[in-house]
């Protein structure tokens, strides 16, 4: 099932591939399919992937400089309290989360 190179009225040429992606895939992976867009010698140093680090691996968050966890919520009343105009949903800006650490 071998590609087709279509040339348009633009002057662009588009690669097409009858079939969906995982059919593309394993075409281009067992080198029966070669895209003009990807260079002759892809494969040449062998399929690989580094996974992602499993979910025993990743560290808990670091411990607020205080050391305890305070909430949005509560960081959004002081700014407020403070003058702050600070978003209902959403990251709270840097600059108003170092302005409660350095209140409390």
Do not use: C, K
């Amino acid at each position: 099932m071998p590609g087709e190179h279509l040339g348009l009225a633009d002057g662009h040429a588009w690669y097409t591939h009858d079939g969906n992606l995982t059919s593309f895939l394993v075409a281009l992976l067992s080198d029966a399919e070669h895209p003009p867009v990807f260079p002759r010698d892809l494969l040449s140093r062998g399929a690989f992937f580094t996974p992602a680090p499993s979910a025993d691996a990743v560290s808990p968050p670091a411990p607020s400089p205080r050391g305890s966890i305070t909430s949005a919520t509560a960081i959004r009343e002081w700014a407020r309290s403070q003058g702050y105009d600070v978003p209902d949903r959403g990251r709270i800006p840097a600059p108003i989360i170092q302005a409660w650490e350095q209140s409390h």
